[in-house]
């Protein structure tokens, strides 16, 4: 009774409101053919998949491609690369957004905000190619306006890209030259939705502007930082593999091979379908329980959490 009233609820207000949920429908097919479809495919990690057979034709392994991968020489220094990256991206790359919108917020003059705004966030949408190739042209050895510089002020040219110990600082300014105005842009709308009675009251109290930033903007952006932090931490191993694959060479593979990498060179180059599967589960599930354990923290910690 209780279930078919339910659906009688949700079919009038699918009458009424059809204009809404037709807005949704591409979200929805969006979800369903990309995400959840391709979970049937994940048995391909379990089996030794031949395109010709097909996933269901394809004989069953087990776990092998798990035990292989574990068991490999390159997998202590791949996973090391890839969780170091990782870390240097949150340790640097997570709090500078939210740095960067409360100075934004701190700027009195319209037009310079919004146009700051925007200068931040052209970066993002620079296609990866395109981004690598200008970091390459500004660092190559001749002509480069880096090796300029140095050259200019007396030193030698670095071949920046050819050093294993300049690897990880390039790519990790890189991705925070890029994604920090746009990642900036949900701190300024949690700001944005700050009571403006609370700055007034503040400054009755005699408070400046540090010290409102502190005890006002802070404290009501706390719950967006922490649902942004537990859903970062789902992706700690998971970087941009595009940007990586593009910046690598032979001099700095040591570094710079990463799990997301190698998943595609093991799946596109060598066509190996079920071990880059297996990898890539792997990955998958360690995002997993990475957002579970900081999702019970926050929790526990605070009253802030996914679920």
């Given amino acids: 009774m209780i279930r078919r009233s339910y659906w009688k609820i949700l079919g009038k207000d699918i009458r009424r409101d059809w204009e809404l949920y037709l807005l949704i429908l591409p979200v929805l097919a969006n979800y369903i053919i990309f995400h959840y479809l391709p979970i049937y495919g994940l048995q391909i990690a379990f089996r030794r998949y031949n395109i010709g057979l097909g996933i269901a034709g394809s004989p069953w392994t087990g776990f092998t491609n798990f035990s292989n991968f574990f068991s490999s020489y390159y997998f202590l220094q791949m996973t090391w690369n890839t969780l170091i990256i990782s870390l240097m991206l949150i340790v640097y790359g997570f709090p500078l957004p939210i740095l960067f919108a409360l100075l934004l917020n701190e700027v009195r003059r319209t037009g310079l905000r919004k146009g700051a705004q925007t200068i931040s966030y052209l970066p993002y949408f620079i296609s990866a190619v395109v981004l690598v190739g200008m970091l390459k042209q500004m660092l190559q050895t001749d002509g480069g306006i880096v090796n300029t510089i140095i050259t200019f002020f007396g030193g030698e040219s670095i071949y920046f890209l050819g050093k294993p110990g300049y690897f990880r600082s390039i790519y990790v300014l890189m991705e925070l030259w890029r994604g920090t105005g746009f990642?900036?842009?949900?701190?300024?709308?949690?700001?944005?939705?700050?009571?403006?009675?609370?700055?007034?009251?503040?400054?009755?109290?005699?408070?400046?502007?540090?010290?409102?930033?502190?005890?006002?903007?802070?404290?009501?952006?706390?719950?967006?930082?922490?649902?942004?932090?537990?859903?970062?931490?789902?992706?700690?191993?998971?970087?941009?593999?595009?940007?990586?694959?593009?910046?690598?060479n032979p001099l700095n593979a040591?570094?710079?091979?990463?799990?997301?990498?190698?998943?595609?060179?093991?799946?596109?180059?060598?066509?190996?379908?079920?071990?880059?599967?297996?990898?890539?589960?792997?990955?998958?599930?360690?995002?997993?329980?990475?957002?579970?354990?900081?999702?019970?923290?926050?929790?526990?910690?605070?009253?802030?959490?996914?679920?």
Wanted: charged content about 15%; proline content about 2%; overall charge neutral.
């Fill in 183 to 248: 990642s900036a842009i949900i701190y300024i709308a949690a700001i944005t939705s700050v009571d403006q009675e609370l700055y007034e009251a503040a400054a009755m109290d005699g408070a400046g502007r540090l010290r409102r930033v502190w005890h006002v903007t802070l404290p009501c952006i706390i719950p967006t930082i922490v649902i942004m932090l537990i859903l970062r931490m789902g992706s700690i191993l998971n970087v941009g593999w595009q940007e990586i694959l593009l910046l690598q």
């Fill in 254 to 307: 040591d570094v710079s091979e990463v799990i997301s990498t190698f998943v595609y060179k093991r799946a596109f180059e060598k066509n190996d379908f079920s071990y880059a599967t297996a990898v890539g589960l792997i990955n998958s599930l360690v995002g997993l329980i990475f957002v579970l354990a900081t999702n019970a923290i926050a929790k526990r910690a605070g009253d802030t959490s996914l679920f």
